[in-house]
């Protein structure tokens, strides 16, 4: 088959998100609850006669480091990397940047003569936090590929059905996959869905590669074939990190875009199962994001707008997954049954009910937040932060072991200007993707 790229390969596919299916727990898959199941990938082996080699990649080195980003108007990137493009003159490559205004770092494309796309491979930046193990963040990564990329990738197709979610290597750093399919409205084209999430073993800022391939024109027939064959998995990995410069710069409000911010570019619209409402910018865990969350939620309700209100407080309500982001291996299977039964009672459903459920009174416009870590809480020393702002009861969390190491969490309260105690709602932490709320669990923990 001869293959060509056109212009048609210049304009980002319009999606939306239809319906996503989980076909299976992948903790449970893997024997215990916080663990996915590893799956090799055999890509870039060479086989002889009595030889094997492994992370053979053959073609032009496609390298996006400091000097990439300045001559295509990108932010620094925080993690640079490089990639091997298998030569071919029917492949099109497009940098991202101001002057391409194309939202990845970079697209790669191959199409038929007629204009068909077989496959379109995006990068784009994504910051997974450091946990207390490294089975613990891909976790986490698992949560960001299926509660973030994967509604907006298939939005505005039908038939969304995630496959599956694994661990596996990308030469030698950990990385998460999540499998999907998807059926176009209209004209029944059926796409393979593929999101690596790649992580650097001493950096929280990994890169994020997603493609879709055709199920007829592409070389990807079955599902297992995700794992072995088609010229995107190949460019995956073949992806290495770079050193970073001592001129890099150092992260700010102004870097790169996350992986979330450039999907929802890609879309052309926010995801239905994207939470954040518009005008908010979750900075990863940083505390000045979720004081704005507040203040915009507080604004809604003074303004009388349920609708939002209560699309920010269910953002918060986390899922089996999310908790595992809060909760320490000490948090027994009836602590867990506990804690979801907790959440489960909450209105989720009741519009007016949710967007009071963390509601301040309307003199009380000042929002302030307070954080310390679960080592901080159970510490609990006289004078500190925690000891100040937190409860005695998330320090009997902490020194129970429920609350997960070297996660910080954050009170947040509301004031009256000049008054210096008002309401207080507990426990809120970043699960890797999104602003997560735990609550006072302690109340069914008795």
Same mark, same amino acid.
């Given at each position: 088959?001869?293959?060509?790229?056109?212009?048609?390969?210049?304009?980002?596919?319009?999606?939306?998100? !239809?319906?996503?299916?989980?076909? !299976?727990?992948?903790?449970?898959?893997?024997?215990?609850?916080?663990?996915?199941?590893?799956?090799?990938?055999?890509?870039?082996?060479?086989?002889?006669?009595?030889?094997?080699?492994?992370?053979?990649?053959?073609?032009?080195?496609?390298?996006?480091?400091?000097?990439?980003?300045?001559?295509?108007?990108?932010?620094?990137?925080?993690?640079?990397?490089?990639?091997?493009?298998?030569?071919?003159?029917?492949?099109?490559?497009?940098?991202?940047?101001?002057?391409?205004?194309?939202?990845?770092? @970079?697209?790669?494309?191959?199409?038929?003569?007629?204009?068909?796309?077989?496959?379109?491979? +995006?990068?784009?930046?994504?910051?997974?936090?450091?946990?207390?193990?490294?089975?613990?963040?891909?976790?986490?990564?698992?949560?960001?590929?299926?509660? #973030? &990329?994967?509604?907006?990738?298939?939005?505005?197709?039908?038939?969304?059905?995630?496959?599956?979610?694994?661990?596996? +290597?990308?030469?030698?750093?950990? &990385?998460?996959?999540?499998?999907?399919?998807?059926?176009?409205?209209?004209?029944?084209? @059926?796409?393979?869905?593929?999101?690596?999430?790649?992580?650097?073993?001493?950096?929280?800022?990994?890169?994020?590669?997603?493609?879709?391939?055709?199920?007829?024109?592409?070389?990807?027939?079955?599902? @297992?074939?995700?794992?072995?064959?088609?010229?995107?998995?190949?460019?995956?990995?073949?992806?290495?990190?770079?050193?970073?410069?001592?001129?890099?710069?150092?992260?700010?409000?102004?870097?790169?875009? !996350?992986?979330?911010?450039?999907?929802?570019?890609?879309?052309?619209?926010?995801?239905?199962?994207?939470?954040?409402?518009?005008?908010?910018?979750?900075? *990863?865990?940083?505390?000045?994001?979720?004081?704005?969350?507040?203040?915009?939620?507080?604004? &809604?309700?003074?303004?009388?707008?349920?609708?939002? &209100?209560?699309?920010?407080?269910?953002?918060?309500?986390?899922?089996?997954?999310?908790?595992?982001?809060?909760?320490?291996?000490?948090?027994? *299977?009836?602590?867990?049954? #506990?804690?979801?039964?907790?959440?489960?009672?909450?209105?989720?459903?009741?519009?007016?009910?949710?967007?009071?459920?963390?509601?301040? #009174?309307?003199?009380?416009?000042?929002? #302030?937040?307070?954080?310390?870590?679960?080592?901080?809480?159970?510490?609990?020393?006289?004078?500190?932060?925690?000891?100040?702002?937190?409860?005695?009861?998330?320090?009997?969390?902490?020194?129970?072991?429920?609350?997960?190491?070297?996660?910080?969490?954050?009170?947040?309260?509301?004031?009256?200007?000049?008054?210096? @105690?008002?309401?207080?709602?507990?426990?809120?932490?970043?699960?890797?993707?999104?602003?997560?709320?735990?609550?006072?669990?302690?109340?069914?923990?008795?």
């Amino acid at each position: 088959m001869k293959r060509t790229v056109t212009c048609f390969l210049l304009v980002c596919l319009p999606l939306s998100f !239809s319906q996503v299916c989980s076909q !299976s727990d992948p903790a449970a898959e893997a024997g215990r609850p916080g663990k996915l199941v590893f799956r090799e990938e055999t890509v870039g082996v060479v086989r002889g006669p009595g030889f094997k080699a492994e992370g053979v990649f053959m073609g032009t080195p496609l390298v996006l480091d400091e000097a990439y980003t300045a001559k295509h108007e990108l932010p620094a990137l925080q993690t640079p990397f490089k990639v091997v493009v298998p030569k071919d003159n029917n492949l099109y490559f497009l940098p991202g940047g101001k002057k391409s205004g194309v939202p990845e770092l @970079a697209r790669l494309s191959i199409a038929t003569e007629d204009k068909t796309a077989v496959e379109i491979l +995006r990068f784009v930046t994504m910051t997974v936090p450091l946990q207390r193990t490294p089975e613990d963040r891909l976790v986490v990564c698992a949560n960001l590929l299926r509660t #973030k &990329a994967l509604p907006q990738i298939t939005s505005n197709y039908e038939q969304a059905r995630q496959l599956d979610v694994y661990a596996t +290597r990308v030469r030698g750093n950990d &990385a998460v996959c999540l499998l999907a399919e998807m059926v176009k409205p209209g004209t029944g084209e @059926a796409y393979w869905v593929k999101t690596v999430g790649v992580m650097p073993a001493n950096s929280e800022n990994g890169v994020m590669a997603f493609f879709m391939a055709d199920k007829q024109l592409s070389e990807i027939k079955t599902q @297992a074939d995700l794992l072995t064959k088609g010229f995107s998995q190949k460019v995956i990995h073949s992806l290495e990190f770079l050193p970073v410069t001592a001129t890099a710069a150092p992260p700010s409000n102004g870097g790169s875009k !996350s992986a979330s911010e450039a999907l929802r570019s890609w879309t052309g619209t926010a995801a239905q199962a994207d939470t954040t409402p518009k005008g908010i910018v979750p900075a *990863p865990g940083r505390a000045n994001s979720l004081k704005a969350l507040f203040e915009k939620h507080h604004a &809604a309700l003074m303004a009388q707008d349920e609708a939002t &209100a209560a699309k920010i407080v269910r953002g918060l309500l986390p899922d089996e997954t999310r908790l595992r982001a809060a909760l320490g291996s000490d948090a027994t *299977p009836e602590i867990w049954a #506990k804690i979801q039964g907790f959440h489960a009672q909450l209105p989720k459903t009741d519009d007016a009910a949710l967007a009071k459920l963390l509601a301040a #009174k309307p003199a009380q416009t000042l929002v #302030k937040v307070h954080g310390a870590t679960s080592e901080e809480l159970a510490l609990y020393a006289e004078g500190s932060l925690a000891f100040a702002e937190f409860p005695g009861a998330a320090r009997d969390l902490a020194k129970a072991g429920i609350l997960k190491p070297g996660v910080t969490f954050f009170e947040v309260e509301f004031l009256e200007p000049g008054a210096e @105690a008002g309401m207080k709602f507990h426990l809120f932490y970043w699960d890797g993707a999104s602003w997560s709320m735990l609550g006072p669990v302690w109340r069914v923990l008795k």
